[in-house]
């Protein structure tokens, strides 16, 4: 089973800012994900994380805002840009690497001031 | 991906059988049903997944009525450890190459 690292796993920043997240998985793996977690809230899917191209957006969601990259087959980041308190979440990295479940992160914790 | 519909809340107590219900009633002949568990402050954890035959592993069984339109958790021997937000998620195919769509899930407390 992949492992996932998380980078950093919270942090308070000041709005306006952005916050880059880096997602480490410690074995090759065929497709990545990224969700937030709004507090007291189910996950929701932001965006694939594709290999070499353009990540692709969920509804509600725009590369402007949550630019996202990946270089190769066990890393990615996400950026939360201009930040206002609204994006105070919990982001999480999932994974898949081949088998039949995925695998996330702990996650890390932004605070929005 | 179909839409699943679960309760809120749960509680059990430790040591008893936790059976945590799932409706997905518009479920497709090519979707399998998919749990997830998402303990404090952790990234969701796979439990167990299946299509219409009832399966067993470490961690729990899962139970599926033979019209495939419901389903049931059971973790055999509920431990305070297994206080946790419990996904049920319906999504096309066996292989975990596709995004997973998650609901609001139950919250299961146990109870010591």
């Known amino acids: 089973s992949a492992v996932i690292s998380q980078k950093p796993s919270r942090d308070i920043c000041q709005r306006g800012t952005s916050l880059t997240i880096q997602c480490q998985v410690d074995?090759?793996?065929?497709?990545m994900f990224w969700y937030r977690q709004q507090p007291g809230q189910s996950l929701t899917l932001i965006a694939t994380?594709?290999?070499?191209?353009?990540?692709?957006?969920e509804s509600g969601f725009v590369i402007d805002k949550f630019p996202i990259s990946r270089p190769n087959l066990t890393f990615s980041t996400l950026t939360v840009s201009n930040m206002s308190p609204e994006d105070s979440s919990i982001y999480l990295c999932?994974?898949?690497?081949?088998?039949?479940?995925?695998?996330f992160g702990q996650g890390t914790r932004l605070t929005v001031v | 991906d179909a839409k699943t519909t679960q309760p809120t809340s749960m509680d059990c107590a430790e040591g008893r059988a936790a059976n945590l219900p799932c409706n997905h009633s518009?479920?497709?002949?090519?979707?399998?049903v998919y749990w997830y568990r998402q303990i404090h402050s952790q990234g969701p954890q796979y439990i167990i997944h299946?299509?219409?035959n009832n399966e067993t592993n470490e961690m729990a069984s899962l139970i599926i009525t033979e019209d495939r339109k419901s389903s049931t958790l059971i973790l055999p021997h509920a431990t305070l450890r297994d206080t946790a937000v419990y996904y049920c998620?319906?999504?096309?195919?066996?292989?975990?190459?596709?995004?997973?769509?998650f609901g609001t899930g139950t919250r299961l407390t146990i109870i010591p």
């Open positions: 999932s994974a898949y690497d081949g088998g039949t479940e995925a695998f």
């Open positions: 994380a594709n290999q070499g191209s353009e990540a692709t957006y």
């Open positions: 299946g299509l219409k």
């Open positions: 074995s090759q793996v065929t497709m």
């Open positions: 518009t479920i497709s002949g090519n979707e399998y």
């Open positions: 998620i319906v999504r096309v195919g066996n292989f975990g190459n596709e995004k997973l769509t």
